[in-house]
């Protein structure tokens, strides 16, 4: 074998290299590259679902306080007209002469009752005035509301149904009247609260959850 043939094949050697390197290789990084971006957008994409969903609490959550050692001796809320419990025809809209309701007509099974906790948008009332017949206890918070206190509201939710106040339903509401930020409804009840108040907020849920006035307060 001649020099010249050994340079030629080393030179072609090093130009096979140089294609491997700057082609397939490459193009090998820049997939992976790309790999990479899809997995870590939709990671963040989960992470914000499960906060809009409430599974993650931010760091105002701890501040909540112990939904146990609240005074309950004292009944919060204003009692309401008892407008009858009558079942409508699903996606039949009932005027109700105040809103939220906290009584009246409303769907019949398999439309209502929505299942119980959080929610991320508002449920129609004829939906929810029917978890108020089974004892439950709907909460309502204006759609402005900070994402500091509606962490703290989630929180409560949860350490109340852990508590055995499991019928809670949570949800904004767009049409919050402007001189309330949050309110709670019960079957023939209603508490409505200029500011988000963590105790009276808890009073209420414990005082008319499952209460007497319910007329299917024992359905679950």
Do not use: C
Not at 76 to 102: I, M
């Amino acid at each position: 074998m001649t020099v010249t043939t050994r340079r030629e094949r080393r030179q072609q050697q090093r130009r096979q290299q140089q294609r491997r390197d700057t082609g397939g290789g490459g193009s090998r990084g820049i997939g992976g590259l790309w790999i990479g971006v899809i997995v870590i957008a939709a990671v963040i994409a989960l992470l914000l679902v499960a906060r809009q969903m409430g599974f993650l609490e931010g760091p105002s959550a701890a501040n909540t306080i112990d939904v146990n050692s609240v005074d309950v001796s004292q009944t919060v809320g204003e009692k309401q007209n008892d407008l009858g419990h009558d079942h409508v025809s699903s996606g039949q809209r009932v005027n109700y002469p105040s809103l939220p309701p906290t009584s009246g007509q409303h769907w019949p099974s398999p439309a209502a009752p929505a299942p119980w906790g959080i929610k991320t948008s508002t449920l129609p009332f004829e939906v929810s005035t029917h978890n108020l017949e089974h004892g439950g206890v709907v909460i309502y918070y204006a759609a402005d509301t900070s994402s500091a206190q509606v962490d703290q509201m989630r929180a409560l939710v949860r350490s109340l149904q852990s508590a055995g106040f499991n019928k809670i339903v949570l949800e904004p509401w767009a049409d919050m009247p402007k001189e309330s930020k949050v309110i709670l409804t019960a079957w023939d009840w209603i508490l409505k609260q200029p500011t988000f108040d963590q105790i009276s907020f808890v009073k209420f849920v414990r005082q008319h959850h499952a209460g007497s006035d319910a007329p299917e307060a024992s359905v679950p």
